[in-house]
């Protein structure tokens, strides 16, 4: 896979490598699978809710274990509780979809009011906190919260779990027997 720019123009690295550049291909493939599952009908909308349902669940879970600590400090505290309360928010909406008939009119209408709140939060991010990291953190630290963020990413849940969102410890302490579970139900049903 050849090199991208990460938007600053002197740093040139390996998307795998680089946490913020993880994260924005995951908000790339988060902004599609929203798309793909209201354009979708029958079973290949349920198919493309779960994979978003999965990929949200996995993705907030390792945002909150490795990037808001890092975020805390370099763009403070409230910044990273803000985030971390839209994603505690975002993780009771995605429980309550999920509850859902995803061909309803109830799912759809909750779908896109859902949509908007997702995008709004990944704009904060990528406003707010992604060029305070960039600039903070040198490559080398970005590299490493990468690979964090891999390892934390293949222990995370793949369903949400509204009682452990938007905060780190319990994400830590919760996350990966929530992921066991989560694992053997997403094995069973499939």
Do not use: Y
């Given at each position: 896979m050849?090199?991208?720019?990460?938007g600053?123009p002197?740093?040139t690295?390996e998307?795998?490598?680089?946490?913020?550049e993880?994260l924005?291909?995951?908000?790339?493939?988060?902004?599609?699978?929203f798309?793909?599952?209201?354009?979708?009908?029958?079973?290949?909308?349920?198919?493309?809710?779960?994979?978003?349902?999965?990929?949200?669940?996995?993705?907030?879970?390792?945002?909150?274990?490795?990037?808001?600590?890092?975020?805390?400090?370099?763009?403070?505290?409230?910044?990273?509780e803000?985030?971390?309360?839209?994603?505690s928010?975002?993780?009771?909406e995605?429980?309550?979809?999920?509850?859902?008939?995803?061909?309803?009119?109830?799912?759809?209408?909750?779908?896109?009011?859902?949509?908007?709140?997702?995008?709004?939060?990944?704009e904060?991010?990528?406003?707010?906190?992604?060029?305070r990291?960039?600039t903070?953190?040198?490559?080398?630290e970005?590299?490493?919260?990468?690979?964090?963020?891999?390892?934390?990413?293949?222990m995370?849940?793949?369903?949400p779990h509204?009682?452990?969102?938007?905060?780190?410890?319990?994400?830590?302490?919760?996350?990966?027997?929530?992921?066991?579970?989560?694992?053997?139900?997403?094995?069973?049903?499939?």
């Open positions: 050849g090199s991208m720019t990460t600053s002197q740093h690295v998307p795998e490598d680089d946490i913020l993880q924005l291909q995951q908000h790339d493939r988060i902004r599609q699978l798309a793909e599952t209201v354009e979708s009908r029958g079973e290949a909308r349920q198919q493309c809710f779960d994979e978003l349902r999965g990929l949200l669940a996995v993705h907030e879970t390792a945002e909150e274990m490795i990037l808001r600590p890092v975020a805390k400090r370099v763009a403070g505290k409230q910044e990273a803000a985030r971390n309360e839209e994603e928010a975002a993780n009771e995605l429980a309550a979809l999920e509850d859902l008939d995803v061909h309803s009119a109830e799912f759809e209408a909750r779908l896109e009011e859902f949509r908007r709140a997702v995008e709004h939060h990944a904060h991010e990528e406003r707010e906190e992604f060029p990291i960039r903070e953190c040198d490559i080398e970005r590299r490493s919260m990468g690979r964090r963020l891999r390892a934390a990413e293949r995370a849940p793949t369903h509204p009682r452990a969102a938007g905060s780190p410890v319990a994400q830590w302490t919760v996350g990966p027997f929530a992921a066991l579970l989560d694992r053997a139900k997403d094995a069973l049903r499939h």
